[in-house]
């Protein structure tokens, strides 16, 4: 197996794990912080931290693994894979990691609304991410005739 074979199925799995897991923080985790109370929420928020460890070393992987792809396939699939895969890191640092910090101080139903509401961004592009993958994926397999 080459080194680009193991780069791209590295960034399947990782991209895969990820959209999994921004639905069920979409649709679970995220409307679940509507029942904590307000004046419990930044306690609990700060606890919540411990989820870095399981999407923080992943994202980095899964950017690096797509930014190596693009920088070997500059085809339009690889462009538009990788420019949704910008669009949830800017997301991510313009709108949910700042959120989440503040968050950690003063909880508002408003805040804990726009956090859900800004995530949309991420699962849809996540979602698009995986479809445009699996074409990739589907023109690179070798089937025997």
């Given at each position: 197996m080459t080194t680009l074979e193991i780069v791209f199925i590295t960034h399947i799995v990782t991209s895969f794990y990820m959209a999994g897991l921004c639905w069920f923080v979409q649709v679970?985790?995220?409307p679940l912080f509507r029942e904590i109370p307000l004046a419990d929420f930044p306690k609990y928020e700060r606890k919540n931290f411990v989820t870095g460890?399981?999407?923080v070393p992943?994202?980095?992987?899964e950017l690096a693994t797509g930014?190596?792809?693009l920088y070997h396939?500059?085809?339009?699939?690889?462009?538009?894979?990788?420019?949704f895969l910008v669009l949830i890191v800017l997301s991510t640092a313009i709108f949910q990691v700042p959120i989440h910090f503040k968050l950690t101080?003063?909880?508002?139903s408003a805040l804990i609304d726009k956090l859900i509401h800004t995530n949309w961004m991420r699962t849809i592009s996540w979602t698009i991410r995986i479809a445009i993958l699996a074409i990739?994926?589907?023109q690179n397999l070798a089937f025997p005739e």
């Open positions: 679970v985790h995220y460890y399981v999407t992943i994202m980095i992987i930014l190596y792809l396939n500059q085809t339009t699939l690889y462009f538009v894979n990788t420019g101080k003063t909880a508002t990739l994926l589907s």
